[in-house]
């Protein structure tokens, strides 16, 4: 059987001036990632289907990121806003390329699952002309209902124009659509706009399909998957439900999490066998780790990845760039960005690596910092295999410390260190007899003198 292609059109031209942000409502990020990118990454993303995303005027930000994650995603200008129907037509031009199946959604609704899109799907091959998704509200107003008869759908009720006995039903409209693309044209063009608003509405397309002696049906969902986000609180709540989800599928992967309630997961974090989590450990986008790892408590970690059996924390920060090799320990108030760490290397306390590279075995001792910014540029620190820095010590960059060199506690190293030497930089250290107590006798005189 030959494979259908797909056209997905996400609406995503919504201002979402509720979200009292100048950031395009679609742009608002859940679990690390845009709304926008959750809808397309959840789209059919075969060889042979195609993304259109509606976008409103001056949203060049909106467009650079469909194409960030979707490479061949179209982008089209909705100029002005004339209602939902309207909006998929700004896609007229890729329409009319004639997908088999054409798939509406919503780029404010980041929930919605790519199993989702295949039940869509599903009963367009069995000859639908359109497919609306549905689910039951625990409170239903404001909701379009669905007034179905069988497997039919026979309309879509606004609550303000439906009776009571309408009002009573629970099945309502999520307002995502699957239609048969070889009519969709067909369909969209008849929709008129002779209401209060003078809009065109996607609705109509129930009774258009009707009249063309189609058939259109629905598909349910639960209600959290087609939560829209209009406001901040309902991108807390959906973040909530996210974050759920993300840890569910993190337990049934292996995860151990000994308080999961209190972790933050990333949309892409990748775990390996017999990861352990412990409280209150949030991850960005990026982060990937390996088997047997532990990540403890209060630590924060974005786009780093981390090497087998590898500790991270308590109170570690992982920044951009951070990758730690197999068995490495980096501990508490230790923060690394941009360094690669090698496998059996450790900095175990209240450390800065930045920009840098730590060579196998290697031990960085407490309080040691990499001076990596000069107030223009950065520049990169070398630590050699098995080399040892002694704590509260300074890397001025650029600098190389070789294998297995020894830096002396308290040391400021500003020039490279050759392998298996040590480097001591200390003023020689100065002792001044009874100079403590003269110094308590003086303060407590001039005390004395004042009062």
């Known amino acids: 059987m030959t494979a259908r292609t797909s056209l997905t059109v996400v609406l995503a031209a919504g201002e979402g001036t509720r979200m009292r942000s100048r950031l395009p409502k679609v742009l608002h990020q859940i679990a690390g990632r845009a709304m926008l990118a959750h809808v397309l990454a959840a789209a059919p993303r075969g060889a042979s289907d195609k993304v259109a995303v509606v976008v409103g005027p001056d949203h060049q930000a909106v467009s650079d990121e469909a194409r960030r994650v979707s490479l061949d995603a179209t982008t089209f200008v909705q100029r002005e806003r004339l209602g939902t129907a309207h909006a998929v037509l700004a896609a007229r031009d890729a329409i009319a390329k004639g997908a088999d199946d054409l798939l509406i959604v919503f780029g404010d609704t980041p ?3 790519a199993s989702t899109f295949e039940r869509l799907r599903a009963p367009l091959r ?3 002309a359109l497919v609306v998704l549905g689910f039951h509200a625990k409170d239903p107003t404001g909701y379009g209902r669905l007034l179905v008869e069988g497997d039919r759908l026979l309309g879509i009720r606004e609550h303000g124009d439906a009776s009571e006995a309408e009002r009573k039903i629970t099945l309502c409209n999520a307002g995502v659509m699957a239609m048969d693309g070889k009519t969709a044209l067909q369909i969209l063009d008849r929709i008129g706009n002779g209401n209060s608003k003078n809009e065109y509405y996607l609705t109509d397309a129930v009774a258009i399909v009707g009249e063309l002696g189609r058939r259109a049906v629905v598909i349910e969902t639960g209600e959290d998957e087609v939560r829209g986000i209009n406001t901040k609180s309902q991108l807390a709540e959906a973040e909530q439900v996210m974050q759920a989800k993300l840890r569910t599928a993190a337990l049934e992967a292996g995860v151990t999490m000994t308080a999961p309630e209190t972790v933050f997961l990333a949309a892409d974090t990748t775990f390996g066998r017999d990861v352990t989590i412990e409280p209150f450990v949030v991850f960005g986008p990026g982060v990937s780790i390996a088997d047997g790892a ?7 970690i974005v786009g780093a990845n981390i090497g087998k059996n590898a500790s991270v924390g308590p109170y570690a920060r992982l920044r951009p760039g951070t990758v730690l090799g197999d068995n490495t320990r980096i501990g ?3 923060e690394v960005k941009a360094a690669t760490i090698d496998a059996g290397a450790k900095a175990n306390h209240l450390t800065y ?30 630590i050699g295999a098995g080399a040892f820095v002694g704590t509260n010590s300074s890397l001025v960059a650029p600098v190389k410390i070789g294998a297995g060199a020894y830096i002396g ?3 400021v190293i500003t020039r490279d260190v050759p392998d ?5 930089e200390r003023s020689a250290q100065t002792v001044k007899q009874g100079w403590a107590k003269r110094f308590r006798e003086m303060k407590l005189r001039g005390r004395k003198a004042k009062d």
Not at 294 to 300: D, E, K, L, M, W
């Open 409 to 411: 506690s308290g040391s």
């Open 332 to 334: 508490n108030f230790v």
């Open 294 to 300: 532990v990540i403890h408590a209060f630590s924060n």
């Open 111 to 113: 929930l919605i699952d």
């Open 420 to 424: 298996d030497a040590l480097a001591v």
């Open 353 to 382: 690596i930045g920009d840098a590279h730590v060579g196998e075995g290697a031990n960085i001792g407490a309080g040691t910092i990499t001076c990596n910014y000069d107030g223009v540029d950065k520049h990169r620190t070398e």
């Open 126 to 128: 069995d000859g639908a």
